[in-house]
């Protein structure tokens, strides 16, 4: 089944405790992304990738990394959590980034909680 | 003014009503539109494409107005499992030849018995 992978769905953690949440897609798609969703602020885009060892910043890329080793992983790293990481977070892919009529593919969500 | 904009709603109807959702988008050169439909905080799901003549699918009509630079979506004899929210997502075109997905904030529907 084609699908993309984010583990884990909910995690509570403490501040200052770094944390990643993987990401994997088996459909061979070039773009990865990860976005942060908050209330009335929609999706917002965090980091990018084009394709391996290819990424780039979103819109609110402070306070993550991110590295594109291999086609199917797109990992999302958090060296020192802050509350105002707190949030629902996507990571997707498409076959292409960079060209038009390319819907996105989203996986499950990662519920993260910065206390 | 924000590159994609929606009605955040919510919209109550009730079951069998037609209701319709408008998004408007800043960038002229805009490519490709999509519609996606998000349930309580789960993932958004693709629920269609919009292209340049309009589409249907099913009970689910997109129509895109380049003029005006907004799309719609309407849904006819609504459901109570249409209840969700929608997301409008807009390809901006940036110089150089890069395309950006860029997603509104979403309409939240509501179809009561």
């Known amino acids: 089944e084609a699908q993309v992978t984010q583990n884990p769905r909910y995690l509570i953690t403490v501040t200052g405790k770094k944390l990643t949440v993987t990401c994997s897609q088996n459909?061979?798609?070039?773009?990865m992304s990860w976005y942060r969703q908050d209330p009335g602020l929609g999706l917002r885009q965090i980091y990018y990738?084009?394709?391996?060892?290819?990424?780039d910043k979103g819109d609110v890329p402070e306070g993550y990394k991110v590295s594109r080793k291999e086609k199917r992983n797109f990992p999302l790293i958090l060296e020192s959590p802050s509350p105002n990481q707190t949030s629902l977070y996507f990571c997707a892919s498409s076959l292409f980034g960079g060209r038009p009529n390319q819907p996105q593919h989203f996986g499950d969500g990662t519920r993260l909680s910065i206390l | 003014r924000k590159e994609v904009e929606q009605d955040p709603g919510p919209f109550n109807v009730p079951e069998g009503a037609t209701v319709a959702f408008n998004c408007t988008y800043s960038?002229?050169?805009?490519?490709?539109f999509f519609w996606y439909r998000q349930d309580c905080r789960k993932e958004p799901k693709l629920l269609m494409s919009v292209y340049s003549s309009g589409n249907e699918d099913g009970r689910f009509t997109a129509q895109l107005n380049r003029a005006s630079q907004y799309i719609s979506l309407l849904i006819r004899d609504s459901k109570l499992s249409d209840s969700a929210t929608y997301l409008c997502?807009?390809?901006?075109?940036?110089?150089?030849?890069?395309?950006?997905?860029?997603f509104g904030a979403g309409t939240r529907l509501a179809v009561h018995p």
């Open positions: 960038n002229s050169a805009s490519q490709s």
């Open positions: 997502a807009v390809n901006y075109y940036f110089s150089g030849g890069y395309n950006k997905l860029i």
């Open positions: 459909m061979n798609h070039e773009y």
């Open positions: 990738s084009m394709n391996v060892e290819v990424t």
